[in-house]
């Protein structure tokens, strides 16, 4: 047995050309062989996206959508529990589909949906019918859509095939939101390089505030200066603040506050409190709202 993940994911920045657009999405597709001796005799593969509990199987035989191989095909030669123990069997395809939904599941999918390319007999439908599928809906032609609860397929994947293929400490949810909590990361602080922002403040009146990243050294230096200069109506500095970002060690380091490098915050705003600081969760709601 081989398993193979990719994992796609998708900027959703260029769609709202914004660089706090959120909503970045991912997708993993799953591939699984079984080969026999020097040949392939079953594949199966599926797809998850983050946030979706519901899991899709793409193709069940072999690769190139080619059938299960003649040698294994609606034979029940597959234990469920060990490979030599007695008891329960499975044919190879049934338990290549429930090995592939034991790995979905770990993305958090509870539900598991497939097409049955049925060719009119009304076999390969009842085939999924009696493992746990039931038809959603059909469409011209041979399309049959079909859904089963995951739970219900993993009872199919033979035990010491899961045991074997994948981690017991396995989670597939926790993987894709860290790649996407990365990758946005990433785009962000290449946005925020390429582009200042620039917002209009109500406090002091008419002020601008400015917010640039700029990066240090070579390419591969993760240090980046951070930098937010407040500006009057007539452009006159208020306050700045500067620091030195690592990415490498998500390590934020504070290097000035104040005006230029050597003057104090301007004495219109100096000790002005006007802003609602955002509550702490350890805070009592005593309906009090200090300003800073």
């Given at each position: 047995l081989k398993a193979v993940l990719t994992i796609a994911v998708k900027d959703n920045q260029k769609n709202h050309g914004c660089i706090f657009a959120s909503g970045t999405s991912a997708k993993c597709d799953i591939q699984i062989w079984a080969m026999g001796v020097g040949e392939e005799i079953a594949y199966a593969r599926g797809v998850v996206c983050l946030r979706k509990e519901s899991a899709k199987v793409s193709w069940l035989g072999r690769s190139q959508q080619r059938p299960i191989h003649d040698s294994v095909r609606g034979k029940q030669t597959t234990p469920i529990?060990?490979?030599?123990?007695?008891?329960?069997?499975?044919?190879?395809?049934?338990?290549?589909?429930?090995?592939?939904?034991?790995?979905?599941?770990?993305?958090?999918?509870k539900r598991l949906e497939l097409q049955a390319m049925d060719n009119g007999s009304g076999k390969l439908v009842m085939l999924y019918a009696r493992l746990g599928f039931k038809l959603l809906s059909e469409k011209e032609g041979s399309a049959h859509f079909m859904e089963a609860p995951?739970?219900?397929?993993?009872?199919?994947?033979?035990?010491?095939?899961?045991?074997?293929?994948?981690?017991?400490?396995?989670?597939?949810q926790a993987l894709l939101n860290g790649i996407v909590i990365s990758t946005e990361a990433d785009r962000s602080m290449a946005a925020w390089v390429k582009n200042p922002a620039i917002f209009a403040s109500k406090r002091p009146a008419d002020s601008k505030l400015e917010v640039s990243l700029t990066k240090l050294g070579f390419e591969s230096d993760p240090r980046h200066l951070a930098q937010a200069v407040l500006t009057d109506s007539g452009g006159a500095e208020l306050l700045s603040v500067r620091a030195l970002l690592r990415t490498d060690t998500k390590l934020l380091r504070l290097q000035w506050i104040g005006i230029g490098r050597g003057l104090p915050a301007h004495p219109s705003i100096r000790g002005v409190r006007c802003f609602e600081p955002r509550p702490r969760p350890d805070q009592e709601a005593d309906g009090k709202k200090p300003l800073r």
């Open positions: 529990v060990s490979k030599d123990a007695e008891g329960p069997k499975r044919t190879v395809a049934e338990a290549m589909l429930g090995l592939l939904a034991a790995i979905l599941e770990n993305f958090g999918c995951i739970r219900n397929i993993v009872e199919l994947a033979p035990h010491y095939w899961v045991e074997n293929l994948v981690p017991s400490d396995f989670d597939g």
